[in-house]
């Protein structure tokens, strides 16, 4: 069992900044990749941005260019770098882990509100 704490979410202006973290109760080896999902209300779920153990990202359409994912070494912290914040990114964000022994659902935080006000 993975647990997963998402934290950085808030209020902010249209082009503003957010950072959010999502830490590990404890070092996980067997991560093989983290993801950052979001969810607006009436809306499925969709993946944000991933990065891999080794270090591979890749990044949904909507945000190339103005978020970045980066976790640190010891692939306990996962963060998403948000800039250019828009109204259409207002959602819940959530961190997801696939594992070696998880690797296609995966383990997820409880998710983190962002809203981008106009």
């Known amino acids: 069992q993975v647990q997963l704490v998402e934290s950085g979410g808030g209020l902010v202006e249209a082009g503003g900044s957010l950072r959010l973290s999502c830490a590990t109760s404890r070092s996980i080896a067997s991560i093989i990749a983290y993801g950052w999902y979001r969810q607006a209300p009436g809306k499925q779920r969709e993946l944000v941005a991933q990065?891999?153990?080794?270090?591979?990202?890749n990044y949904a359409d909507p945000v190339k260019g103005r978020f970045t994912i980066s976790r640190d070494n010891a692939m306990t912290t996962v963060y998403l770098h948000m800039n250019s914040l828009k109204p259409e990114d207002t959602a819940v964000y959530y961190c997801n882990a696939r594992t070696i022994g998880n690797p296609v659902s995966g383990f997820w935080g409880q998710g983190t509100q962002v809203t981008v006000s106009s």
């Open positions: 990065i891999t153990s080794g270090g591979r990202t």
